[in-house]
């Protein structure tokens, strides 16, 4: 460090025993100082201080989050308050080190590395030992090849606590259990291991097998997993908060093997710790001894230090991407022996993950629109309900869609066999907010799609939405062997009996959209008020599904100009053809990507799109969503994202507005 270089300001977030820890170590550290604690309690923030000499008391969490002498935060409560006050330290603009887990599964840390990321600050997961010299010194025997490749790979971590119901360890309401405990120090090693051996930083496995035993108080008192990675690298882990285990780290090469005593607390106060290393040809073991005067959480703290500009830690040290992989290793752990968290069920939901009252944040880029027979604004862009397979992944993602600014959500009969209109229902009804959102519903795919199984479906709809009406309801496919009326005729008794405001249609021709709305005409119906085909800058080469239509083509986009018949369209970023690294010429991974999008005019699309992306200073996704937003007729983009941050990307197409020279310039039609 060098000399008057002003030291990182640390706060800490609760008082126990891990807590102690950490300030003891942050006292040892070069680059760090401890300013601040907060408590639940005055007593306990005070005598917490008077221990560690620490100036800045405070009496609740906000109160230091909003203490202007603290940069960083380390956060040291039970795990399920990790992800609610890590994004409120982000909110605050403070540098974020959260004590593992993160949060309680996969789909909330994805929301808390969100935060980092929108609030520009540093955050990593609090596993220390990935910080500490033994674990570089690991690194480097194996990029070494040291044992040859690795084959197997032995990694225990338990001890037995003692039963106590209502202590951290075995509450379920706690996050107890050993799985997210110590758990992940296992699964952080093995992916740390495979990774390297494969010339990366970490790896996933591509087969998990999990079993354990889950108590009485509804936690897992010990388990294990076998993995396998790529190369055939296979992997043996256990855990328990009921079971002492030896909580050693052995690795087997082609070339001998590599024994780790101590390698999850090495040296908490600096010393020597050793890695053996036996090889075949050597007479004996050889001690690799790795000495530091350095306190381990102080080394923990400093990493944090010296990685601030980064925003997140370099390898070996926990990552983001290293983060999100982990606790998904986790999420599947647990879900093989069914342990399951209350806060991950439909009660633990009531409230956002921040634990504020769900509302659109202020600067909302978002843009609005009418649908006829639709009584509220319509958010431009749709959120597509077809991936949310857990009630806490659609939670995380519908609320965040929300605080941006979005209404309108669009799910179907088929999507999940019914789960995603099952959380989308259940999200709504947790929220309480079925008259501030759009509701797109469509049913009768092939081979349903009749009047009597559009009636059938529609109803079990409803009830998997847990709702008396949808906003906007559209068959999913045609059939041209029914005719147009009896569908109008059909789709009007609905929203005679206030089951559906409006309806519509997807993957339709013109000349059926057409003679339904004629026969609705002369019967004195509604007609359809929407259409959902695809329309996207690049032009579908080969259907997406079965019975699936485009509307990108010249004549359909003339009739939607001279109709101003409101467009839904789906796959309005051509499903990630606009991201160079996942659609080129050269590159065939995705099969479904290359099958329906690549040919040599949209290669070009691509190109231009990449080009006047560069000129606005924004992504090719973004001006393939803002060239579907910028026509001149009435659009509503379905959008798809698998993350928080994929559903920012989207939302910067309505920042861009694209001119008619430049529409066609984009289509090669100028």
């Given at each position: 460090m060098a000399t008057g270089e002003k030291k990182l300001r640390w706060g800490i977030i609760g008082t126990g025993?891990?807590?102690k820890a950490f300030a003891r170590g942050v006292a040892h550290s070069k680059k760090g100082e401890l300013v601040g604690v907060a408590s639940r309690t005055k007593e306990g923030a005070e005598k917490f201080g008077a221990e560690y000499n620490i100036p800045h008391r405070h009496e609740g969490y906000d109160a230091l989050l909003a203490d202007k002498d603290i940069d960083a935060v380390y956060i040291a409560t039970p795990h399920p308050l990790h992800a609610e006050w890590a994004i409120k330290c982000a909110e605050a603009g403070k540098h974020i080190l959260c004590e593992k887990p993160v949060t309680l599964n996969y789909y909330m840390a994805l929301a808390v590395i969100e935060a980092a990321r929108r609030n520009d600050v540093f955050f990593m997961e609090a596993y220390m030992y990935r910080c500490h010299p033994q674990t570089a010194k690991l690194v480097e025997l194996l990029k070494a090849k040291e044992i040859g490749d690795v084959r197997f790979i032995q990694a225990s971590f338990g001890f037995h606590g003692g039963f106590n119901p209502n202590g951290r360890?075995?509450?379920?309401?706690?996050?107890?259990?050993?799985?997210?405990?110590?758990?992940g120090y296992c699964t952080t090693m093995a992916r740390l291991v495979a990774g390297v051996a494969l010339g990366r930083d970490f790896a996933e496995p591509i087969e998990f097998k999990g079993s354990g035993y889950v108590g009485e108080s509804r936690a897992d008192e010990w388990a294990s997993a076998s993995l396998k990675f790529e190369g055939n690298i296979v992997a043996s882990l256990s855990t328990g908060v009921s079971v002492n285990l030896d909580n050693s780290v052995r690795i087997f090469g082609t070339n001998g093997n590599i024994y780790i005593p101590t390698p999850w607390v090495p040296a908490r106060e600096g010393g020597t710790v050793k890695i053996i290393v036996t090889k075949k040809g050597e007479p004996a073991p050889r001690e690799i001894l790795i000495e530091t005067n350095e306190w381990l959480y102080g080394i923990e703290a400093d990493t944090v230090a010296d990685n601030i500009t980064n925003r997140e830690a370099k390898f070996p040290a926990m990552s983001w991407n290293d983060t999100l992989g982990n606790l998904k290793m986790q999420d599947?752990?647990?879900?093989?022996?069914?342990m399951e968290y209350d806060a991950e069920k439909p009660e633990g939901w009531t409230q956002t993950i921040h634990r504020r009252p769900l509302a659109v944040k202020?600067?909302?880029?978002?843009?609005?629109?009418?649908?006829?027979?639709?009584?509220?604004?319509?958010?431009?862009?749709?959120?597509?309900?077809?991936?949310?397979?857990?009630?806490?992944?659609?939670?995380?993602?519908?609320?965040d869609y929300y605080e941006l600014g979005g209404n309108a959500f669009d799910?179907?009969?088929?999507?999940?066999?019914?789960?995603?209109?099952?959380n989308l229902g259940e999200w709504i009804r947790l929220r309480n907010i079925r008259e501030k959102v759009v509701i797109l519903d469509k049913g009768a795919h092939t081979p349903f799609c009749n009047p009597v199984d559009l009636n059938k479906q529609f109803l079990e709809s409803l009830t998997r939405l847990?709702?008396?009406?949808?906003?906007?309801?559209?068959?999913?496919?045609?059939?041209?062997?029914?005719?147009?009326?009896?569908?109008?005729?059909?789709?009007?008794?609905?929203v005679k009996a206030g089951r559906m405001r409006a309806f519509g249609a997807s993957n339709w021709t013109i000349e059926r959209i057409e003679a339904a709305n004629e026969y609705a005409k002369k019967k004195g119906l509604k007609s359809f008020s929407a259409i959902s085909n695809n329309l996207s800058l690049a032009r579908m080469v080969n259907p997406v599904w079965g019975g699936s239509l485009s509307f990108s083509d010249p004549v359909s986009r003339a009739w939607l100009k001279k109709t101003q018949m409101p467009l839904m369209p789906w796959s309005s970023q051509a499903?990630?053809?606009?991201?160079?690294?996942?659609a080129r010429p050269d590159l065939h991974t995705d099969k479904s990507l290359s099958h329906c999008w690549y040919s040599d005019d949209n290669f070009q699309r691509q190109a231009r799109a990449l080009e006047l992306a560069k000129k606005k200073g924004v992504s090719g996704v973004t001006i393939a969503c803002a060239y579907v937003l910028c026509q001149p007729f009435p659009t509503f983009p379905l959008i798809g994202p698998r993350t928080p941050r994929e559903t920012e990307d989207s939302f910067k197409g309505l920042t861009v507005e694209l001119t008619p020279e430049e529409l066609l310039w984009l289509n090669l039609e100028s």
């Open positions: 025993g891990i807590a360890l075995f509450n379920n309401a706690l996050g107890g259990g050993g799985i997210l405990d110590v758990g599947m752990w647990r879900e093989q022996i069914g202020k600067g909302s880029v978002m843009k609005y629109g009418k649908v006829p027979g639709i009584d509220k604004p319509v958010s431009r862009l749709v959120m597509g309900v077809d991936n949310q397979s857990v009630l806490s992944q659609a939670c995380i993602m519908f609320d799910t179907a009969y088929i999507y999940g066999g019914g789960k995603h209109e099952s847990k709702t008396d009406y949808v906003d906007i309801y559209m068959m999913h496919r045609d059939n041209i062997d029914i005719p147009v009326g009896e569908f109008i005729d059909v789709l009007n008794e609905h499903r990630g053809f606009f991201v160079p690294e996942r």
